[in-house]
């Protein structure tokens, strides 16, 4: 498999952000936001702290009216697409937005090879990922 053999690459980091800074010279996330409508990102306390601030609700408040618990224990938006994805695909609370949505696709990181299975899987949510993999495939 693909994602076996690069995972023993030395430079295997470089060739990511290689290929993730081309993807992104073409491909404009307004253009999909396939990711927001289609998954939750896994909220982090500081996320929600920070979400609750910004729109003047208590953090209890902000869980009890945009979170829910996931099978693996997580908090994460309940509904999707996401609550705060307008019409235009922007987002409504970008300045604050959580740090899961800020690093999407997560291909522009060091070790890379701890994240090969969640790049496989996004590639299936993210065009610039799966335009990332063809590339490194082909390369």
Do not use: W
Request: include cysteine.
């Amino acid at each position: 498999m693909f994602l076996e053999k690069v995972k023993n690459s030395e430079r295997l980091d470089e060739e990511f952000k290689r290929q993730h800074d081309n993807a992104f010279t073409r491909i404009d996330c307004l253009d999909c936001a396939n990711c927001c409508k289609t998954t939750s990102p896994i909220l982090l306390q500081d996320d929600l702290d920070r979400l609750a601030s910004h729109l003047k609700l208590s953090t209890g408040q902000f869980i009890q009216k945009f979170v829910e618990m996931d099978e693996d224990g997580d908090f994460v938006f309940n509904q999707t697409p996401c609550p705060f994805l307008a019409s235009d695909n922007k987002c409504k609370v970008y300045s604050v937005r959580p740090e899961a949505c800020s690093d999407y696709p997560h291909t522009n990181r060091k070790n890379m090879r701890d994240v090969l299975d969640i790049a496989l899987e996004n590639s299936l949510i993210c065009p610039a990922v799966s335009e990332i993999l063809d590339s490194m495939k082909k390369g």
